[in-house]
């Protein structure tokens, strides 16, 4: 829509999204409240050089008739997608951001069952990413969370294996979460407290063009 808001914004604004920060030179994607509550529950002590998960794109969206976020994390080979990734933040922070983990693991078992084990210390970026999803859900933003695979991106041979199906991308997928994230949440709403949260898998051909 004409009035959404969206980063990165093109190829003269590469900078991807936190959600606690405003869109430098537009509008917020998230109301100041709202992002100030995001703040104080991921991080102890927010200084200038504090960082919050950086999102691929994120964008205002309309979801069932209201406001909400399109989060997207892209992925174009296999290796992106690590285990073994896991929280760097101060002790301070690092302590909040586990407590945050927590919070989510028990709502998220509480919205779907099933086994929910998001983690700082391994598996850390899809944790963050269903986390702080989640959340914005508590606070009344519905989202969808969409996993998206580049399929045939052999420029990216050299650093992993390219993703050359819909259906070897959600294998690969699946197989990395399994342990993490509930695998029967996917395409299917969850209800948080009230908010809609969506996690999808999408992918998009992308394949290389040396001109």
């Known amino acids: 829509m004409p009035e959404d808001q969206w980063q990165p914004q093109g190829a003269g604004d590469v900078g991807e999204a936190e959600l606690d ?8 994607l998230l109301p100041e409240d709202t992002r100030l509550q995001l703040r104080t529950w991921w991080l102890a002590k927010a200084t200038g050089t504090s960082r919050t998960p950086n999102w691929d794109i994120a964008s205002t969206c309309t979801m069932f ?9 892209a992925k174009a080979h296999s290796k992106e997608l690590s285990t073994r990734d896991r929280c760097g933040a101060t002790p301070a922070n690092r302590n909040r951001i586990e407590r945050a983990l927590a919070e989510a693991n028990a709502g998220l078992r509480e919205v779907r069952g099933g086994s929910w084990e998001l983690s700082a210390e391994h598996h850390y970026q899809i944790s963050n990413r269903f986390a702080w999803s989640w959340k914005l859900a508590t ?42 994230i509930d695998a029967s949440c996917w395409e299917r709403t969850l209800e948080v407290e009230g908010t809609p949260l969506l996690p999808v898998m999408r992918t998009v051909a992308q394949p290389f063009d040396p001109r």
């Not at 008739?65 to 994390?73: A, H, P, T």
């Open 21 to 28: 920060k405003a869109v430098p030179g537009g509008a917020a």
């Open 65 to 73: 008739g209201r406001k909400g976020l399109l989060l997207v994390e």
């Open 139 to 180: 606070l009344g933003v519905p989202v969808v969370l969409v996993y998206l695979g580049f399929l045939d991106a052999a420029e990216m041979e050299d650093k992993g294996v390219p993703f050359a199906s819909g259906n070897d991308w959600k294998n690969v997928l699946l197989e990395q979460c399994c342990g993490v």
